[in-house]
């Protein structure tokens, strides 16, 4: 299974950036799907994560200013940043919650993509 994340870069504050994540492999199916962050020196934390059902939750921080959106019959993920703020800076890894075809459930982590807010 491969997650491939896209989209990271430098942006000015105020700007926009959009992430993708494409999942391959042995996927039969993903619950869940999405993106957290990780800050120099900060924990891993949750920005926005979709589920097979169609729901959505954010981190409240992002809330307003990002927007998650799913392509099931691409198995990827899309992530709109806007109104990027210098605290967003971080690397962003996309995480997959599926289903493969021997029917085990697993939790994976892509590559993480980093994104730089700054003027």
């Known amino acids: 299974v491969q997650l491939q994340a896209f989209g990271g870069g430098l942006v000015q504050p105020g700007g926009s950036l959009r992430l993708s994540c494409a999942a391959s492999?042995?996927?039969?199916?993903?619950?869940?799907i999405g993106w957290y962050r990780q800050a120099p020196g900060k924990q891993r934390e949750l920005v926005a994560r979709?589920?097979?059902?169609?729901?959505?939750n954010y981190s409240d921080s992002v809330k307003g200013r990002f927007t998650i959106s799913r392509d099931n019959a691409k198995n990827t993920v899309y992530l709109r940043m806007n109104s990027l703020k210098p605290e967003d800076t971080a690397v962003y890894y996309c995480?997959?919650?599926?289903?493969?075809?021997?029917?085990?459930?697993?939790?994976?982590w892509g590559q993480g993509t980093l994104v730089t807010v700054s003027s």
């Open positions: 995480n997959a919650d599926y289903v493969n075809y021997a029917g085990g459930r697993y939790d994976y």
């Open positions: 492999g042995s996927i039969l199916s993903i619950n869940a």
């Open positions: 979709t589920t097979i059902i169609g729901s959505t």
